[in-house]
T-cell receptor, first 109, second 114 residues
């Protein structure tokens, strides 16, 4: 079993829809990150969470440490949100990240 | 603006040749990382360095080598021993010595075998 699993693997939405991407993990962590990878390959760091909830613009990220689960929500989705979303775990012992396969999001106009 | 620069964006290698991928950062970060990404798969750690003149193997270090002679630079050499080098390579950096620091990523280098 992978240490981090995301669902769904692929998600297609219509512009304006509310989107949720889920991330479950099975190990102890010091933090969980949400990254956005654009079609060209470049990666942008969206959030880093160790508890609770963070909001930036139309993006909201939550984490439940007891349930080992995090969600990324996108409100009023737009075609420019189309990307792969990744939730790597930060190990308790240092700065290394453990990656899952990501969620491919496509938002159609 | 501070950031990470990877070059070149696309790189082609002949069978049996070594090739070096460049990664430079001006964020004053101590820690730097190299990841490999294959189609449809997550990133896998090749090598990382927490401080100048020191580096550690990641999960898939075989066939790769690195150096960290300067804080700003962490070049990755893909040697002829790497049997399947075609992949997308990403470099990242972060503040070392502390937990819970975000990693900043470069735009990546796509390596292909001719």
């Amino acid at each position: 079993k992978n240490e981090v699993e995301q669902s769904p693997q692929n998600l297609t939405a219509q512009e304006g829809e509310f989107i949720t991407i889920n991330c479950s993990y099975s190990v102890g962590i010091s933090a969980l990150h949400w990254l956005q990878q654009h079609p060209g390959g470049g990666i942008v760091s969206l959030f880093m969470l160790s508890s609770g909830k963070k909001k930036h613009g139309r993006l909201i990220a939550t984490i439940n440490i007891q349930e080992k689960h995090s969600s990324l929500h996108i409100t009023a989705s737009h075609p420019r949100d189309s990307a792969v979303y990744i939730c790597p775990l930060q190990e308790t012992s240092g700065s290394r990240l453990t990656f899952g396969e990501g969620t491919q999001l496509t938002v159609n106009p | 603006d501070g950031g990470i620069t990877q070059s070149p964006k696309y790189l082609f290698r002949k069978e049996g040749q070594n090739v070096t991928l460049s990664c430079e950062q001006n964020l004053n970060h101590d820690a730097m990382y190299w990841y490999r990404q294959d189609p449809g798969q997550g990133l896998r750690l090749i090598y990382y360095s927490q401080i100048v003149n020191d580096f550690q193997k990641g999960d898939i270090a075989e066939g790769y080598s690195v150096s960290r002679e300067k804080k700003e630079s962490f070049p990755l050499t893909v040697t002829s021993a790497q049997k399947n080098p075609t992949a997308f390579y990403l470099c990242a950096s972060s503040v070392a010595g502390r937990h819970n620091q975000p990693q900043h990523f470069g735009d990546g280098t796509r390596l292909s075998i001719l």
